[in-house]
């Protein structure tokens, strides 16, 4: 079940990261540009 779980928290840790990058390049495209 430890590789399941690996998986799921990969999954949920990309998903969030595409929102957080999502938000800041709406918000902030300048900061989006630099980083």
Do not use: D, K, Y
């Not at 430890?2 to 840790?13: D, R, S």
């Not at 800041?24 to 989006?32: E, H, K, M, T």
């Amino acid at each position: 079940m430890t590789g399941l779980t690996e998986v799921f928290a990969l999954v949920v840790t990309h998903a969030a990261g595409q929102q957080v990058l999502g938000i800041v390049s709406g918000i902030c495209p300048r900061a989006a540009e630099v980083s």
